[in-house]
RNA sequence: GCCUGGGUAGCUCAGCUGGUAGAGCAGCGCAUUCGUAAUGCGCAGGUCAGGGGUUCGAGUCCCCUCCCAGGCUCCA
């Protein structure tokens, strides 16, 4: 599964077995450990997983006896099982198959799954082998001494530990449920092995986890590896360098890419777009520097808390200097450069920031996670009477964009004040209340994650979905709380008293590059027409045509179309292959009777048929318009279902006005 | 950083238990001039990631290093 950008819902089903799933509905007690396992019935695909995890755990105890268990939960589409292998042994690619050989024995077998109760003691000795059982079962014993006094269930000190027992050697710490027997699994797939630390702590013992996906049926199964298949095939980063686009020369390092030709004219495009969106949305473009002295980022608390994720420094001439991180303490210096009156507000600064931040080799993902990226990157400094308003528009501002793209599946998470904070409490309300009112004016879906705010400001993630349904954060906006009186900014009021302004931060694409990455994953590199290095090919049947091709090309080139002539020393045919693979929306072909008529034969992209003799004027225009739409070929209505030979200039709207609608899965 | 899997021609890959490197595509040359998803012939292209070791002999076995991918963790 390519996993850029997307967060996967994980839960922990089985670090608190002391909900068991009694099946009157009664477990709705107190949240205690995160999102709880959804109600379950025993057709749940959540159990047919977690079931399967089991029966995992099972054959890797059967194949290494004396395996440690530690969790398997369901996640997103499966499942996992954390193991530790006696003498420190690792699992291999090919163990996978050995295991799954197992699973399916015990399948086979049809063993019933046996729910057992128990005292804590009791599991305690049970499990005496299990060192991460014991774990589990030590908080769930002071989880119960903490809530003991108000539990509901009468039985629930006598018996607080579920387990389940299938075959004659094989018992589990479990909440449940499961399925009745092994007998109804076996739709699944182990997928592959990774390195996990107990408890996601790197300080702790790293496990062996084998991931796997299950089902309740043979086609599901069989659909979901299709998915996998598909999303491989989006991958953004076969598709870059299938299009000639981007790559990550290790010469330069990790991380880092290089943009060829066209990725450099899309990214060039992509960056027009933004800037003078920006520019006609009451911006002011700003440029500051990549790097700064270190005393800048001790002043702004990037090095007390962002550290880690920063470049080591440099010196020079005595001074310690660093990569930036974020652009926002050079855009608060503009600010602070001189005093600001109350009728500067909001002051709206923006730059296409190119910012360095330290990711550890493991986490890069092709241009979805770098080490050097652009954002298109805003501060906005305002009034607290501003303050509402701004977030409202900034959110349709946002929105209104990322529509213009053809997305159209929006949905975001509200992140307020966590524990540790700076600041006052009545900041931080008044900060995230203006947060959620814009949210609920965009009308998009949303959840609050309580506490999940940074500790200087809370949060506004926007999401997208894209065309085959994977989530990916791109936006943020933030209500910083620090930084205003970290750098003591303020403002002349009406008043002629000095008020210090609010301060918003906000990424719309979140960085150019993951932007770039997204688009081509879900568009599978069929950009819209306005974002394709070549717009139009055109093929001329034969020498004695290029002349005229060449006419066909400055027509194109007259209305600002990106064009490119195939001349005719290959067959047409591998011509018309090679432009269809490169995605290129429209391949004209000129040939004798074209000559004549001043007409060309058009292959729209995603159209499965040839127009023949469509005139040049009107070919012209409707792909200029197209391109003014921000639209893709495939976005076009059927006009005449058995293919109306002339239909030209279908879609004038205006740029921006996300008005255009995608299909996004269009293409094949 | 840690775990797993990789690194053979620009790309995708083959190369069995060690015997001295191969295909398709791309590239280049020549021919072909063709109305809608691969024209033919030819040529060139590799310190098999790098280094060390075992061996008569290493792409194949062992060790170290580098790089890439999938995870863990984190986020844009």
Redesign the pocket.
């Known amino acids: ?8 819902d ?1 839960r922990t089903a089985e670090v608190d077995p002391i909900r068991h799933d009694d099946s009157d509905g009664s477990d709705q007690t107190v949240q205690v450990t995160g999102p709880r396992a959804r109600r379950s019935t025993p057709e749940d695909i959540d159990t047919i997983r977690h079931s399967t995890a089991h029966v995992m755990a099972q054959a890797v105890v059967d194949l290494w006896p004396g395996a440690h268990l530690a969790i398997g939960p369901v ?1 997103e589409d499966g499942f ?1 099982y954390d193991f530790e292998l006696p003498g420190g042994a ?5 163990d996978l198959g050995r295991i799954d050989e197992r699973m399916r024995e015990i399948i086979a077998e049809g063993q019933p799954f046996v729910r057992e109760e128990h005292t804590v003691d009791e599991a305690m000795s049970i499990f005496a082998d299990q060192p991460f059982k014991l774990e589990i079962i030590d908080a769930l014993a002071g989880e119960q001494a903490a809530t003991g006094p108000q539990r509901s269930s009468p039985s629930a000190s006598s018996i607080p530990v579920s387990a389940y027992r299938n075959g004659d050697n094989f018992v589990d710490l479990c909440r449940g449920p499961h399925v009745e027997s092994t007998s109804q699994l076996g739709h699944f797939r182990l ?7 107990w408890r ?3 300080h702790l013992p ?1 496990l ?2 084998i ?1 796997g996906t299950a089902w309740e049926s043979e086609e599901a199964l069989k659909d979901y590896l299709g998915r996998l298949e598909e999303a491989e095939r989006r ?1 953004h ?1 076969r598709i870059g ?1 299938d299009m000639d686009l981007f790559h ?1 020369p ?1 010469e330069i ?3 880092l890419p290089v943009f060829h030709p066209k990725g450099a004219l899309i990214r060039t495009l992509l960056e027009d777009f933004s800037r003078s969106e920006h520019l006609g949305s009451g911006y002011q473009p700003v440029w500051t520097p990549h790097t700064a002295k270190a005393t800048l980022f001790e002043k702004s608390g990037h090095l007390q808390w962002y550290a880690d ?1 920063m470049y080591p420094p440099m010196e020079m001439e005595g001074a310690e200097y660093r990569l930036k991180p974020m652009n926002c303490p050079m855009h608060i210096l503009i600010y602070a450069n001189r005093q600001r009156s109350y009728r500067e507000l909001p002051m709206r600064l923006f730059e296409l920031g190119t910012v360095y ?1 330290f ?13 050097g ?1 652009t ?1 298109d990157d805003a501060h906005i400094f305002c009034s607290a009477d501003q303050l509402v308003g701004e977030l409202e528009s900034l959110v349709a501002f946002v929105l209104r964009v990322l529509r213009t793209f053809g997305l159209t599946e929006f949905d975001a998470e509200l992140s307020t004040r966590p524990e540790k904070f700076v600041g006052e409490v009545e900041d931080w309300d008044i900060a995230t209340d203006a947060l959620r009112s814009a949210l609920d004016v965009s009308g998009i879906p949303y959840k609050v994650a309580e506490g999940e705010g ?1 500790f200087y400001a809370p ?1 506004l ?1 926007i999401h997208l979905r894209d065309a085959i349904g994977r989530r990916w ?4 906006l ?1 209500v910083d709380l620090q930084l205003p009186q970290r750098f003591d900014l303020s403002y002349v009021g009406a008043d002629n008293e000095r008020h210090r302004p609010y301060m918003i931060h906000r ?1 719309l694409f ?2 150019v ?2 932007f770039f990455a997204v688009l081509l994953e879900h568009y599978a590199g069929a950009l819209p027409t306005w974002l394709m290095p070549t717009q139009v090919a055109i093929l ?6 290029e002349v005229y091709g060449a006419e066909v090309a400055e027509e194109c080139g007259y209305a600002g179309l990106r064009v490119e002539v195939d ?8 011509r ?3 432009h ?2 490169a995605k290129v929306p429209y ?9 004549t008529s001043r ?5 729209r992209r995603g159209g499965s ?5 469509v005139d040049l004027g009107a070919f012209v225009a409707m792909v200029a318009g197209e391109v003014l739409g921000r639209s893709s070929p495939e976005d076009v209505v059927v006009l005449s279902p058995d293919h109306g030979p002339r239909e030209a200039g279908q879609r004038g709207a205006g740029p921006g006005q996300g008005g255009v609608t995608s299909s996004g899965g269009a293409t ?1």
């Open positions: 599964m390519a996993r850029l950008g997307v967060r996967g994980r996640v996992y690792r699992f291999t690619d090919d997928l592959r092995v990774a390195g996990a630390y996601g702590d790197e790293q062996q986890r991931y991958d980063r360098a990550f290790p390092g990790g991380g994720n931040r990711e550890r080799s493991g986490v890069l993902h092709g241009l979805a996670r770098v080490r990226l954002q940074a949060k993630d954060q791109v936006s943020t933030q990424a979140g960085s590059e993951r001329p049947v034969r020498d004695a045509h001349s005719a020393d290959e067959p047409l045919g591998t018309i292959r090679r269809k693979l391949i004209v072909v000129v040939g004798d009777e074209d000559m007409t060309v034969g058009v292959n048929k040839p127009e023949r003799a094949r």
